[in-house]
């Protein structure tokens, strides 16, 4: 049986909680792939194109034009190699979606 603390919980704490049960996102990985992010895309890619959570091992990437969809598709390869660091966890393909 689980104790009840009068302490209140993280906001991170509770934030991860819910987003494990409402998209079952993943939000430590997120973390280090973001860390990891200009380091793996040209500055202007990493400047305007932004991770924004990984779904069965899927990264999902917000782009403000079909243009930059394009280079990341080019550069997809080399961005998951990239991420092969994270071991397991790493995701295996990427999606890109427009945002403005």
Not at 85 to 100: F, H, I, M
């Amino acid at each position: 049986m689980r104790k009840f603390s009068d302490q209140p919980t993280p906001l991170g704490d509770v934030l991860r909680t819910m987003a494990n049960r409402v998209k079952k996102v993943d939000l430590n990985i997120m973390e280090e792939i973001q860390a990891l992010w200009p380091s793996l895309v040209e500055v202007a890619v990493a400047q305007s194109c932004h991770p924004e959570f990984v779904k069965k091992q899927v990264l999902i990437i917000s782009v403000p034009s079909g243009a930059f969809a394009q280079q990341i598709n080019l550069e997809q390869e080399s961005i998951l190699e990239g991420l092969s660091v994270l071991g397991d966890r790493a995701p295996r393909s990427l999606k890109t979606t427009q945002k403005p």
